[in-house]
């Protein structure tokens, strides 16, 4: 079964030093991993997306993510963090590729990242 | 592109009553999943539509159900109401179920059951 686990569910950086929200998947096969961002009181917003291409992967506001097979990990990562990217950070895992064929997303609980000035 | 709508986006309900929630894909998008988000359980799948027929569905009681219309839009619906039903309801939709990569998340229906 695919499983996600964000290591950290709170992370506490200052404004302008880099961020690092860690996540560590279980999969059967081949994976596509996902980092959704939610700020309060808002939808789901995509940040990146991993589908078997490059392992370095670019997203949306300067974040990128590198998956590791070796490793099981897909972090996020971010050089330098702003105040405006407080918020949950969500690792997920498609169900792709079992028997059901279903694009049925599995989410790890979230990781609350929090900026100070 | 217009993106996900759903509708209503709050919404008070009480014990014992049912609910109608109602989600728009995004143009060209034929398959809609539903999750429920509670501070306790996290996201939990609810179940996905393609075609109008339920592909998938997650572990939850009968008291919700889904449907799709021909034009891809969905509708799920709560009956008998429970205090534990209080959630943000997430719709998200995608090119097909085996696109996962395309898949975009609606704002969410925040429903309150007093």
């Known amino acids: 079964a695919q499983s996600v686990t964000q290591l950290d569910s709170h992370v506490s950086v200052s404004e302008g030093t880099p961020v690092l929200l860690r996540c560590n998947y279980s999969?059967?096969?081949?994976?596509?991993l996902f980092w959704y961002v939610q700020h309060p009181n808002k939808g789901l917003q995509l940040l990146l997306k991993?589908?078997?291409?490059?392992?370095l992967v670019k997203g949306i506001n300067g974040f990128e993510a590198e998956f590791k097979k070796s490793e099981t990990s897909f972090h996020l990562t971010k050089p330098s963090a702003h105040m405006s990217d407080a918020a949950e950070y969500f690792c997920?895992?498609?169900?792709?590729?079992?028997?059901?064929?279903?694009?049925?997303?599995?989410f790890g609980q979230g990781t609350t990242l929090q900026v100070k000035p | 592109k217009a993106g996900v709508t759903q509708t209503p986006r709050y919404l008070i309900k009480t014990r014992g009553q049912q609910v109608t929630l109602s989600c728009s894909p995004i143009?060209?998008?034929?398959?809609v999943s539903w999750y429920q988000q509670t501070p306790g359980q996290g996201l939990q799948f609810l179940f996905e539509?393609?075609?109008?027929?339920?592909?998938n569905k997650g572990n939850f009681p009968g008291r919700f159900s889904g449907r799709q219309f021909s034009n891809s839009r969905s509708e799920m619906n709560v009956s008998t109401l429970e205090l534990g039903d209080s959630a943000l309801y997430l719709c998200?939709?995608?090119?097909?179920?085996?696109?996962?990569?395309?898949?975009?998340f609606g704002p969410g229906t925040r429903l309150t059951v007093l």
């Open positions: 143009s060209g998008h034929r398959s």
């Open positions: 991993y589908t078997s291409a490059a392992t």
């Open positions: 999969s059967s096969y081949s994976p596509s």
């Open positions: 998200a939709s995608s090119v097909d179920p085996g696109r996962p990569d395309t898949q975009y």
């Open positions: 997920v895992v498609s169900d792709l590729g079992g028997s059901s064929n279903t694009g049925k997303l599995i």
């Open positions: 539509y393609f075609s109008e027929t339920q592909r």
